[in-house]
Nanobody, 116 residues
Framework: QVQLVESGGGLVQPGGSLRLSCAASGSTSSIYTMHWYRQAPGKQRGLVAFVTSGGTTNYADSVKGRFTISRDNAKNTVYLQMNNLRTDDTAVYYC??????????WGQGTQVTVSS
């Protein structure tokens, strides 16, 4: 089993920045890909970005050039640096770790609100 704990959400003005963190504990040796998803009110959860065990990254078009995903394998932690935030970035952000046995582990979610 893997447990994920997220931190770093909050309220920020448009154009501001936030950094989300998601730390894993438990059976972390099986983790290979780390993801960030988000879900805005009334919308489906969607993929924001992911990073593979080899460091390859991929982003949703809506966040390219503004968000950066990174991981620290020694700490079993994934980060999401969010810059130039917009009101439509407002959502609950979830981390998700994919395991080599086919399991997916989810964080509890952290609220990001972008508002003036």
């Amino acid at each position: 089993q893997v447990q994920l704990v997220e931190s770093g959400g909050g309220l920020v003005q448009p154009g501001g920045s936030l950094r989300l963190s998601c730390a894993a504990s438990g059976s972390t040796s099986s983790i290979y890909t780390m993801h960030w998803y988000r879900q805005a009110p009334g919308k489906q959860r969607g993929l924001v970005a992911f990073v593979t065990s080899g460091g390859t990254t991929n982003y949703a078009d809506s966040v390219k050039g503004r968000f950066t995903i990174s991981r620290d394998n020694a700490k079993n932690t994934v980060y999401l640096q969010m810059n130039n935030l917009r009101t439509d970035d407002t959502a609950v952000y979830y981390c998700a770790f994919y395991s080599s046995d086919g399991s997916t582990y989810w964080g509890q979610g952290t609220q990001v609100t972008v508002s003036s």
